[in-house]
């Protein structure tokens, strides 16, 4: 039921905001009036070749969605959702919030009352809270589609249908990994949606969004889709499709349609610096929520391989540290111990370029891909070690549902890295699990590419160092990029750092 927004810092664009738009709150909403500028008339320099483009254009037509809307609007539905919150703590201007509360996410960093109850009552007990998404029949019998923040610690969960029929559902089963939840309504004979093919959608086509933002059924919009397989931070698991369409609170859960009348997505999330619409939405493909909720009818719950790394994105200093023909793959940071990665045999700066065929064309395309396979799988790995590609064959796991290194003041011995380090104690050894070197100070190359005082060095271009000699060896050596391997608050990453 909790809408979701998320805060994140990334690099060189400042503080941002992503928002999940799956919940409007049923108080008053304002509506502007809408102005539009006309375009200025062509100057007669230019009206021979705006002519003649006119004359050309005129075979154009935009597309008309009406055949679609009626056909397959029927089976979109507007969901309600009860919560009984309890209440602690007091929101910037007074009014009273809660962690727990199911607005508020949605308006985290802004001034605004988190739970605001219906009805009345007392503040300091529990207080009943209504939301609303979105959501699409499935099954004739009843199914229905939609994102799991809509209907998560749900209490009571109403649907409407398009002739204002209501039905009390009830959830089958949550995913919040791919934020997809099943719900059932008793009804017979309901309208039904036709499911389409994500992976054909192809980036300019136009699509088209039905839901109920902020409580308004059955609204329409179309755009186009913006990028594929778009991966968000914290969203691991899921290659969200991208478009312009515009998408706000109460669309979550909606599906996002083809020019065929096919769904071929979830709206899912927007991203945004207001927590309303700004051109970039996300819908989760329906091949992956299909799966899920496939899972979901015939277990309750999603089963998910697991591979049991860490990873991040390889850039083009990375791929030269490494000898990588061009950035591409999944660049694994870190092995968990024990775990299925360790047991074949994959290595901290091995970097993965294809599972079962699939290549890896980004980081983010590896953990959906090992998500779909069943635990207990064998998965065969094409990996790229020491300058050439290697084959490597692991089995599947199971996928289930930060330290500080204390700094002393030691002389820094700066080099050609900008760096100061100093070799770790015993205890701190033990506390991170490690041996490397502490960064004390930070200078030159080493700062343009954000090391930071307290990171533990391990590694460099992928040669362990855990004294001041070695590390000097390897970077004397090294051309004009190394790739840094090193631990920051308990997270292993790779850091390039250009030498010039």
Same mark, same amino acid.
């Given at each position: ?337 024990? =775990? /299925? @990665? ?6 901290? #700066? $091995?970097? *993965?370029? &294809?599972?079962? %065929? ?85 200078? =030159? /190359? @080493? ?6 005082? #307290? $990171?533990? *060095?391990? &590694?460099?271009? %992928? ?38």
């Amino acid at each position: 039921m909790k809408p979701r927004i998320l805060v994140m810092r990334m690099a060189l664009a400042g503080v941002v905001t992503l928002a999940g738009f799956g919940l409007a709150r049923l108080d008053t909403a304002v509506i502007g009036n809408a102005h539009a500028e006309s375009a200025a008339a062509p100057s007669a320099a230019i009206a021979p070749v705006a002519a003649q483009n006119a004359a050309s254009a005129a075979t154009i037509t935009l597309p008309n969605f009406t055949s679609l809307v009626k056909r397959y609007g029927p089976a979109v539905v507007n969901i309600t959702v009860t919560e009984k919150t309890r209440q602690t703590g007091f929101s910037v201007n007074g009014m009273p919030s809660n962690g727990d509360d199911p607005f508020s996410q949605f308006f985290r960093g802004f001034p605004m009352p988190f739970n605001v109850p219906h009805g009345g009552g007392n503040f300091g007990g529990g207080q009943v809270v209504h939301g609303v998404g979105s959501g699409f029949i499935v099954s004739p019998d009843g199914y229905i589609m939609t994102n799991a923040h809509v209907v998560q610690d749900a209490s009571e969960v109403t649907v409407r249908l398009t002739d204002r029929r209501e039905y009390r559902a009830k959830v089958i089963g949550s995913d919040k990994v791919s934020d997809i939840a099943v719900i059932k309504i008793d009804g017979k004979n309901l309208p039904v949606v036709t499911v389409g093919n994500a992976d054909a959608l192809q980036v300019g086509e136009w699509v088209l969004a039905i839901g109920s933002p902020y409580n308004f059924d059955n609204t329409v919009t179309s755009g186009i889709v913006s990028a594929k397989a778009r991966m968000l931070p914290s969203e691991n698991y899921v290659p969200f499709i991208q478009t312009d369409v515009p998408v706000n609170p109460g669309n979550s859960g909606g599906p996002l349609f083809n020019m065929n009348g096919e769904v071929v997505g979830i709206n899912s999330q927007i991203y945004s610096e207001t927590g309303g619409f700004q051109g970039l939405s996300f819908a989760i493909p329906i091949n992956i929520a299909m799966h899920v909720k496939d899972e979901l009818v015939a277990h309750g719950k999603v089963t998910r391989g697991r591979l049991g790394v860490s990873i991040q994105e390889v850039n083009q200093q990375l791929a030269n540290s490494f000898g990588l023909p061009r950035p591409m793959g999944a660049l694994v940071s870190e092995v968990a111990p024990d =775990g /299925p @990665a360790a047991s074949s045999g994959l290595k901290s #700066g $091995d970097i *993965i370029t &294809s599972i079962d %065929g699939k290549e890896i064309e980004r980081s983010g395309d590896l953990p959906s891909f090992v998500a779909e396979l069943k635990p207990g799988s064998r998965a065969e790995l094409q990996v790229w070690r020491g300058g050439k590609p290697t084959a490597i064959s692991v089995t599947l796991g199971e996928l289930s549902d930060g330290k500080q290194v204390a700094l002393a003041n030691t002389e820094p011995d700066h080099g050609r890295l900008g760096l100061g380090v100093r070799t770790l104690q015993p205890q701190e050894r033990a506390q991170i699990g490690a041996d490397g070197l502490v960064v004390q100070s930070v200078s =030159g /190359p @080493a700062e343009a590419a954000d090391i930071r005082r #307290g $990171d533990v *060095i391990v &590694s460099v271009n %992928g040669v362990p160092v855990k004294t001041v000699e070695q590390l000097r060896s390897v970077v004397t050596k090294a051309g004009t990029t190394v790739a840094v391997l090193l631990i920051r608050d308990g997270t292993r990453m790779f850091v390039p750092i250009d030498l010039g």
